[in-house]
């Protein structure tokens, strides 16, 4: 067999797929994992690339093999030294440190996949909830939470009764209006009870009572009724906006003060985490010393 047909796929090969693999954990422990390339593959066994295409179809396929043999790899470097029974402390340093310093960069490969996943996990949740499914789940999520659902709500609420007493003071029709602000609540749940409202408008129907699957307050069906029954919708719902408004302003407040004693909590923990981290191996040492 000649030189030109050791390399070509179907014919035979040089190298083997465990040649293939070696050298892609050599290329991915020296370079990275995202420098994984075919191309670098090739390059380190002198070959073409259509030869590790062969073996490995795909770059997830590399990738997976590549993954699972420095776990293999990583779990038997540990068992070898820390073996399976207990071990006295300074014979558990002094094996402890060569293999730690001899998986060092498999550590790094492993931080590398751990944060390619949370970047490749970030990019996918970005663009799911740009979908409408997707902002309808955050927008639904965000009223449910515990101490901030109530706050988003009366935003939205208080952005509703602003932007649609402006229109209906400014001459639009109300089923116009509604369709406008409908758009600008900043929040696809309150929408759909903005377009309940607009409908029960368009059929004729009264404003009260409030739907069972609204989420708005009742207060604001009550103040849209007694403002087309008084001929007054513009000031009923700028008092209805005002008195939201209002609340979200003692809500900030009061979340202020909630958060403030969580923040030094969370302060004092960091603070002594960083000093045991720092004390714990000084007494270590001193009493390794000792003995």
Not at 178 to 194: E, M, R, S
Request: proline share 5%; charged share 20%.
């Amino acid at each position: 067999m000649n030189e030109a047909a050791a390399t070509l796929p179907g014919v035979g090969y040089r190298h083997q797929r465990d040649d293939m693999l070696a050298a892609a954990v050599t290329v991915a422990r020296r370079d990275g994992l995202a420098a994984l390339t075919f191309g670098r593959v090739a390059k380190e066994l002198d070959t073409n690339d259509r030869t590790v295409v062969y073996y490995f179809p795909t770059k997830a396929e590399l990738v997976g093999a590549v993954i699972l043999t420095l776990g293999g790899q990583l779990q038997q470097t540990l068992a070898d030294a820390f073996g399976d029974g207990p071990l006295p402390p300074v014979e558990l340093l002094d094996r402890a440190w060569p293999a730690l310093a001899d998986a060092d960069s498999v550590f790094g490969l492993f931080f590398q996949i751990v944060g390619l996943a949370a970047a490749g996990c970030g990019v996918a949740f970005w663009r799911w909830a740009r979908t409408l499914p997707g902002q309808r789940w955050i927008d639904k999520t965000l009223l449910r939470l515990p101490i901030a659902g109530p706050l988003f709500l009366k935003v939205a609420v208080s952005r509703f009764c602003r932007l649609f007493g402006v229109l209906f003071s400014a001459g639009v029709p109300a089923t116009t209006a509604l369709a406008t602000v409908g758009q600008g609540v900043g929040n696809l749940i309150v929408t759909d009870d903005v377009k309940l409202l607009r409908s029960r408008i368009v059929q004729g129907e009264s404003v009260m009572p409030r739907p069972d699957s609204a989420v708005m307050p009742e207060l604001v069906y009550q103040m849209m009724a007694i403002g087309f029954e008084s001929g007054d919708v513009d000031r009923m719902l700028n008092e209805t906006a005002r008195h939201f408004e209002q609340e979200v302003d003692y809500d900030v407040r009061r979340l202020n003060d909630r958060i403030q004693p969580v923040l030094l909590a969370l302060l004092a923990v960091g603070v002594l985490m960083l000093a045991l981290a720092v004390l714990l191996p000084m007494w270590n040492l001193i009493s390794l010393f000792k003995q």
